[in-house]
C-alpha cells in the first residue's frame, strides 16, 4: 500500500509564502505522476498542480499559474508545491495524490494523503 505524507501547511497572511511538501513510501516513486488538490470548506475538491514522473509535463490550474510551482525529487521520493502571492481564497485542504502511470494531468489518481491545512489571512 502506498502511503502518502504531507507537510508544510499553516497560517500565514495574504502575499505570503508557503512550501509544501509530500513524501511517498515505495520505491519507483520516478514512474509515477504526481498531483496537488485543495479542497475548502464547503466546496468540492479541486486539482491544482500535476507533475509526470520526471518531471517534464506539468499542469496548473487557471488559478494559481504564475503563483504556484510544482516540483520534484525522486531520490527522496518527494513532490513539492511552492505557493508564492497567498491569497485568502487558497486557503483549503491541501492533498497530494499518485497516480497509477506516469502521468494523469488533473484526474485518475489511485491513491491520497492525508491533507495539510492552508490557512491565508487577509
Known amino acids: 500500500q502506498v502511503q502518502l505524507v504531507e507537510s508544510g501547511g499553516g497560517l500565514v497572511q495574504a502575499g505570503d509564502s508557503l512550501r509544501l511538501s509530500c513524501t511517498a513510501s515505495?520505491?519507483?516513486?520516478?514512474?509515477?505522476?504526481m498531483g496537488w488538490f485543495r479542497q475548502a470548506p464547503g466546496k468540492e475538491r479541486e486539482f491544482v498542480a500535476a507533475?509526470?514522473?520526471?518531471?517534464?509535463?506539468?499542469d496548473y490550474t487557471d488559478s494559481v499559474k504564475g503563483r504556484f510551482t510544482i516540483s520534484r525529487d525522486n531520490a527522496k521520493s518527494t513532490v513539492y508545491l511552492q505557493m508564492n502571492s497567498l491569497k485568502p481564497e487558497d486557503t483549503a485542504v491541501y492533498y497530494c495524490?499518485?497516480?497509477?502511470?506516469?502521468?494523469?494531468?488533473?484526474?485518475?489518481?489511485?491513491?491520497w494523503g492525508q491533507g495539510t491545512q492552508v490557512t491565508v489571512s487577509s
Open positions: 515505495g520505491r519507483t516513486f520516478f514512474s509515477y505522476g
Open positions: 507533475i509526470s514522473g520526471t518531471g517534464q509535463t506539468i
Open positions: 495524490a499518485r497516480t497509477g502511470s506516469s502521468y494523469a494531468g488533473a484526474s485518475g489518481y489511485r491513491y
